[in-house]
């Protein structure tokens, strides 16, 4: 019995750390809320600490990214493009590779443009690396899970990236 005490006590605190590092979902749902409300409002601090370097490096390098997002911005101002909503589905999936954590959580986003309202469904990818604090979204629009898995080692092979919907 005292083998078993033991050993309980000293695993607890190993699953619990484990536990520990699911993110619980309304702050994420609170975080990523703000995240794509940066986006319609083009606030370049929340978008670049949040948006993974991987997207980042597909338009090039910061500066280029910044220009772009910029850009788009002010075709949706000029456009009169509204963000209403962003919601999220009921559970986030988390799991854990060896380097990195990640989740998928499925969004709604609800825009309106002029008189005309439009819900636009998809999924974000949410990726840390153990060590860091900070959460990275990758918009699932453009990712697929082979993607996934080239740009992430430790992506899980039995994790499917959600297809997207038009």
């Not at 309980?8 to 703000?34: M, N, T, W, Y």
């Not at 380097?99 to 825009?111: R, W």
């Not at 005309?116 to 979204?137: F, I, M, R, T």
Request: hydrophobic fraction near 40%.
């Amino acid at each position: 019995m005292k083998t078993f005490a033991l050993a309980f006590s000293l695993l607890l605190p190993v699953a619990g750390g484990a536990l520990a590092d699911k993110p619980k979902q309304e702050d994420v749902e609170r975080e990523l809320r703000s995240y794509i409300s940066a986006v319609f409002r083009a606030d370049m601090g929340p978008i670049m600490k949040h948006t993974h370097e991987r997207v980042i490096a597909m338009v090039g390098d910061e500066a280029t990214f910044r220009a772009e997002i910029e850009g788009v911005f002010e075709q949706g101002k000029n456009a009169g493009v509204k963000l209403v909503s962003a919601d999220f589905g009921k559970e986030l999936d988390y799991f854990a590779g060896g380097e990195n954590e990640f989740f998928l959580i499925e969004t709604t986003i609800v825009v309106k443009v002029g008189d005309k309202e439009s819900a636009n469904p998809g999924h974000q990818l949410g990726v840390k690396k153990k060590a860091d604090k900070v959460w990275k979204y990758i918009d699932c629009s453009s990712l697929t899970t082979e993607l996934a898995q080239e740009w992430f080692s430790d992506f899980p092979k039995d994790k499917k990236i959600p297809k997207q919907t038009p």
